[in-house]
């Protein structure tokens, strides 16, 4: 894969903690990364000059849009990426959706995707939104202790809309060795926010639309009825983004916590339907400078399953068993 060169990041000022990709260790790395700084660094790599870039497409579906993700970024991808597969990387063991693997699974499938202790991690998805799935791999990486990855501004949508070019060329990524550790704090499980619903701890969104929310539409899942975890405040991920499928500015995401009565200066967990678009509240948070937004990994699937039909607030059938 290309080197990155030894510019940095373009930075889109939120706050002085967010100032560019390299820094001292109480800053931030660059959590968004252009298209057009992405082509520079494919374009002209200096070698031995900054970290490693490798790109990673993540994108993935709900099966009942019927996209098949590979075949589509073995037909067209930005030249360089490789393929993460968030099924693949995950508990294959676990009842629900792509939970965590463990750390020693994570490191051999990342390593062989050409990411190594020093890689600059670029994470895109071709959702039509812009940016879907690539925020779970953003904390992925970032819960396993790899602090430099960063997310591709609008995604492949947006470097098509740029005139960028594509490759239908195999990926063929030189294998790299990659330690990786669970920090904790990154996860909570359905047993901690089951005792938060009376500790009240933390704070919960939900970044499920609205309907899901509330239970008036289903849930995409066979035998999962829709609703919400009671306390829980609803801000839907399409919330964090733009007509164009951009991030919001830093500025807009504030007020967008703030209208919803979230308080950034306190702990703050994030949900969703199976832990995927939960991590786009986490990047917007961090976006604002709190880089410390847990994920209900389990999410709405699990505590459907588990919790008691009372702890199932929704409007519409809710849980009777």
């Not at 990047?283 to 880089?291: E, F, N, S």
Request: proline share 7%.
């Amino acid at each position: 894969m290309a080197e990155a060169g030894s510019r940095e990041p373009e930075t889109r000022d939120c706050s002085p903690s967010i100032a560019a990709a390299t820094m001292a260790p109480q800053q931030l790395f660059r959590a968004l990364v252009s298209a057009s700084w992405v082509a520079e660094a494919l374009r002209a790599p200096r070698a031995g000059q900054a970290q490693p870039l490798q790109l990673l497409d993540a994108s993935w579906y709900l099966p009942r849009l019927g996209r098949d993700a590979r075949r589509e970024f073995d037909e067209r991808h930005i030249p360089g990426a490789a393929f993460f597969d968030i099924d693949q990387c995950s508990d294959r063991t676990s009842p629900y959706d792509h939970m965590l693997p463990s750390a020693a699974r994570f490191a051999e499938y990342v390593g062989h995707l050409g990411v190594g202790a020093a890689t600059h991690v670029v994470v895109y998805d071709a959702s039509d939104q812009g940016l879907y799935s690539a925020p779970r791999v953003w904390w992925m990486f970032r819960a396993f202790g790899h602090r430099a990855v960063s997310v591709l501004e609008g995604g492949l949508r947006h470097w098509l809309r740029q005139g960028l070019p594509l490759s239908s060329d195999r990926s063929r990524p030189v294998p790299s060795e990659f330690r990786a550790a669970l920090d904790p704090a990154f996860v909570k499980t359905y047993e901690d926010i089951k005792e938060n619903l009376e500790s009240r701890r933390f704070q919960v969104v939900d970044a499920r639309a609205a309907g899901r929310f509330r239970g008036t539409e289903p849930e995409p899942r066979d035998g999962i009825e829709p609703g919400h975890i009671p306390g829980t405040v609803n801000i839907p991920f399409m919330d964090f983004l733009t007509e164009e499928g951009l991030e919001k500015s830093p500025e807009e995401i504030r007020r967008l916590f703030q209208d919803k009565k979230v308080d950034l200066s306190q702990p703050l967990v994030a949900t969703c339907g199976s832990g995927v678009t939960a991590c786009h509240v986490a990047l917007g948070a961090y976006l604002c400078g709190k880089p410390d937004v847990a994920i209900y990994d389990g999410a709405w699937v699990e505590w459907y399953m588990r919790a008691q039909p009372e702890e199932v607030i929704s409007e519409g059938r809710g849980k009777t068993r």
